[in-house]
Structures are given as structure tokens and as C-alpha cells.
């Protein structure tokens, strides 16, 4: 906003606040008048036979208005009570308020923005010093991509940094869940972490199920935002063709890459729902989006976020949940009954940009156009046969084999 703007929006406020005091001016004349002729004729303009019988005994009206007054002294006084009281509630919301920051006038209509950006938490490093101390030397401008692997993916893991690399990216990391991960990162020159053996939640790495594994992702991802990083978590399954912290807005507590597959459900939608037997209102509206992959975000370091993490691992840790079901109605629901929702923003990714393997088989490589753009990563999240189409996506994108894509099949049936 420019500051002429401003001054001119404050002219313009300045001018509207005139006329508003000359319209209040105008409506207060007009309720005291009403006022008094309702004080005057409080039983109505035509009132019982008997009521008008009084009032022509000039004798009477005093003792009528005495009454009358009193009976508005009574109301004025219910009346003040009742504002003390709202009073004291107000001021209650307002402390609250306060804490929160200084309060702000609305402003003009159009020019209301609400904050979507969350402040950041500050930093702790002895939550894992060993870690901020990596991290300081991995990190460009506080953030990072992440990605945890055992041995039995090394092969995707290859693919994934290799693409990685070729693109120049230098702030990624890997967290290796065992030995043999490790080494091959450190043989390949590629970032490494791995957890001392005496931190408890490492032991879920080796013994627990595909369920708890999924469930310390976002134990292990909680560190990294207590240590004031923004996290780009990423599955292992997905090629890197441009850097993607140019194409981050960097607004909202997670930015997620989609399962959606076009605008609707990528963005969201209304869908009908058609109950025929209801007659009149036989259709009934829902609101709809496909799901959040939780094997691409990217997730900022704050109070909302790292209550994701907590919410999702916590029910992992309880239910026998798929993660990525539990990481979206964390973020979705509202609040009801006792249940607290958890309001953390959220930005939906370019699906264009940051593109799901249905997008690309089911859609991009049969259109002339789409073909011709150049997403920021493919995630082969809908196919199983992940490594052989993975290096399909280097093919064509990297190689620029035009029928590298050709042979799969558009789904794994
Ligand atoms: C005045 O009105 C009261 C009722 O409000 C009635 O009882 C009384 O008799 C009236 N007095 C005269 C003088 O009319
Ligand atoms: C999807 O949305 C974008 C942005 O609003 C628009 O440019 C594009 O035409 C839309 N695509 C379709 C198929 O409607």
C-alpha cells in the first residue's frame, strides 16, 4: 500500500466519520422524540377506556407520569446492569485479545486481511545439540528438505538425491534409519544424520510396523521445528527437476502437495449430494478436497505445526491409522463437541508444479501442452512399480526422451 493511498483512504475515513456523526445526530433526535412519545403514551396511542378516562383528569397525569418514571427508572437501571455486565465479559475478551497483540481498527471494506502467517517459535537448541549443530552447516536460509530411509529403498534413494544434486540443491538431509543408510550416504557425499541408538523413539525404526514407522516421521520432523527449521519433508519416491524453495510462498503453516488430480480436487469443490425422497430439499451441499500428500509438505516452525505433529503421531501411536488419513483430519476438522480443531493454515501446492504420479500418467503426457512444462518434482505416490517409473521421470524430463512414459500402464492393474 502506497501512502497516498493511505491518506487517502484516511480523507475518505475522515470525511465518512462527518457524516456518520451528522446521521447519528439526526437518528438520536429522532429516538428521543420517540421516547417522549412513548413515555407519553406508554399503554399504547389507543389504550383501555379507562387509561383514556385518566388522562383527561389533568389531576391524574402527574401520578401517571410518576408511575411511568418509575417503571423507567427500573428498566435503565436493569438496562445499566445488564451493559456492566457485558462490560466485564468484554473486558475479559479483550485482555485475551491483548495477549494475543495490540489491537487494530477493521479498516474500509475490501482492505481486511486476516494473518495466515504464524509467528515462528523460538529456537531450542538443547532439545538435540548434536542436530542443531548439523543443521547450521546444511540449512540455507533455516530450511531444508528431509527424508527418512532404511536399506531396503536405496535404490529410490539414489534416484532421490541423485536428481537432488543435479538440480543444485545443498540443504537436504538425509535421516538414516540404519547403518547400511548411512554409509551409503556418506559414500555418496550426501547430508546424513543418524540418531545416537539411545534415543528412544529409534527403536521404532527397527522393530515397529509400517504404521509406527509412518508415526516417526513426524516425531523425528518435531525436532527439526523445535530447532527453528522450516521442514520440506519428502518421501523417498519422488524426482527433483527445479529447485523447490524457489516455488514456495512460504505463507501458512503447511504447504502440501495434493492427491487431487485437477482443479477441483486439488482446490476444493461443492458436491451435491441428491436425496430424491426430501422433495424440496432434496439436495444437500457438501464441501469437498482430495487429501494432503503427507509424503511432500512443507512445514514452518510454529505453534500450530508442531500441534500437527503432536496430534498425528500421538494417534498413530494409539490407533491403527494410516498416516496420511490422520494427518488430513487433524488438519480439516472443525472443532465440535469436545473435540478442539486444530486451525493450523494451509496452502495447497501447484499441481502443476508439484505433480502426483496420477497427474502425469493420467493427463500430462497425453497433452501436448502439459508435456512441454517442467514440474518442480514428480511423486510417484499412485504406483506401485515406483523405481522403473521413476526413471521414466528422468528420462523424459532430464534426457528429454519423448516416449520415455509411453509403456506404463495409467494405473497398477
Ligand atoms: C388517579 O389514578 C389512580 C390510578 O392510577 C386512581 O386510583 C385515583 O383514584 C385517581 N385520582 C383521581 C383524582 O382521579
Ligand atoms: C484451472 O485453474 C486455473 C487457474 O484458475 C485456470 O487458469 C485454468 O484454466 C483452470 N483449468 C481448467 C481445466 O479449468
Given amino acids: 500500500m502506497s501512502w497516498g493511498r493511505r491518506d487517502g483512504s484516511l480523507l475518505k475515513n475522515y470525511g465518512q466519520s462527518l457524516r456518520g456523526s451528522k446521521i447519528t445526530i439526526t437518528v438520536g433526535i429522532g429516538i428521543f422524540l420517540g ?5 407519553m403514551f406508554s399503554h399504547g396511542f389507543l389504550g383501555s377506556d379507562s387509561q383514556l378516562q385518566e388522562r383527561t383528569q389533568t389531576s391524574n397525569i402527574t401520578s401517571q407520569q410518576e408511575e411511568n418514571n418509575a417503571n423507567l427508572r427500573k428498566q435503565v437501571k436493569e438496562l445499566t446492569e445488564k451493559l456492566q455486565r457485558a462490560q466485564q465479559e468484554t473486558d475479559q475478551a479483550q485482555k485475551q485479545v491483548r495477549v494475543m497483540g495490540e489491537k487494530k481498527k477493521a479498516g474500509p471494506f475490501g482492505m481486511v486481511k486476516s494473518a495466515r502467517t504464524n509467528p515462528t517459535v523460538a529456537p531450542d537448541e538443547s532439545v538435540n545439540p548434536r542436530l542443531a549443530k548439523l543443521l547450521e552447516g546444511v540449512a540455507v536460509k533455516k530450511e531444508l528438505i528431509v527424508t527418512l530411509a532404511n536399506s531396503n529403498v536405496k ?13 543444485g540443491i545443498t540443504n537436504y538431509l538425509v ?10 550416504c556418506k559414500s555418496n557425499k550426501v547430508p546424513v544424520y543418524k540418531r545416537d541408538p539411545d534415543e528412544g523413539i529409534d527403536s521404532i525404526a527397527k522393530t515397529g510396523g509400517s504404521h509406527a514407522v509412518s508415526g516417526l516421521k513426524f516425531r523425528v520432523l518435531r525436532e527439526f521445528l523445535q530447532l527453528g527449521y522450516s521442514v520440506l519433508l519428502s518421501d523417498i519416491d519422488i524426482v527433483y527437476l527445479q529447485n523447490p524453495f524457489d516455488h514456495i510462498y ?6 502440501s502437495m495434493t492427491d487431487g488430480h485437477d482443479n477441483m480436487t486439488a482446490y476444493g469443490y461443492t458436491d451435491v449430494f441428491d436425496e430424491p425422497a426430501m422433495g424440496w430439499s432434496r439436495y444437500a451441499f457438501t464441501m469437498r478436497i482430495w487429501v494432503y500428500n503427507s509424503g511432500f509438505f512443507y512445514i514452518r516452525p510454529t505453534f500450530p505445526a508442531i500441534e ?5 503421531a500421538g ?8 498416516d496420511q488419513a490422520v494427518f488430513n483430519e487433524e488438519l480439516f476438522y472443525p472443532s465440535y463437541l469436545r473435540y478442539d480443531g486444530l486451525y493450523a493454515s494451509r496452502r495447497t501446492m501447484d499441481f502443476y508444479n508439484f505433480m502426483n504420479s496420477k497427474v502425469l500418467f493420467k493427463t500430462v503426457r497425453h497433452d501436448g501442452r502439459l508435456r512441454k512444462h517442467k514440474p518442480v518434482v514428480v511423486h510417484v505416490n499412485y504406483h506401485p512399480d515406483k523405481l522403473p517409473r521413476m526413471k521414466a521421470v528422468v528420462e523424459f524430463y532430464v534426457n528429454g526422451k519423448q516416449d520415455a512414459l509411453a509403456p506404463f500402464s495409467l494405473g497398477s492393474g
Avoid at 35 to 39: D, E, G, H
Avoid at 155 to 167: A, D, G, N, P, Q
Avoid at 250 to 255: A, F, H, L, Q, Y
Avoid at 308 to 312: G, H, M, Y
Fill in 35 to 39: 421516547c417522549i412519545c412513548a413515555f
Fill in 155 to 167: 535404490e529410490m534413494l539414489e534416484v532421490w538425491f541423485t536428481s537432488i544434486k543435479r538440480v
Fill in 175 to 184: 535421516v538414516a534409519l540404519d547403518d547400511e543408510v548411512e554409509d551409503f
Fill in 250 to 255: 512460504r505463507d501458512s503453516d503447511i504447504e
Fill in 308 to 312: 500437527l505433529l503432536d496430534r498425528v
Fill in 315 to 322: 494417534r498413530l501411536s494409539r490407533e491403527n491409522a494410516w
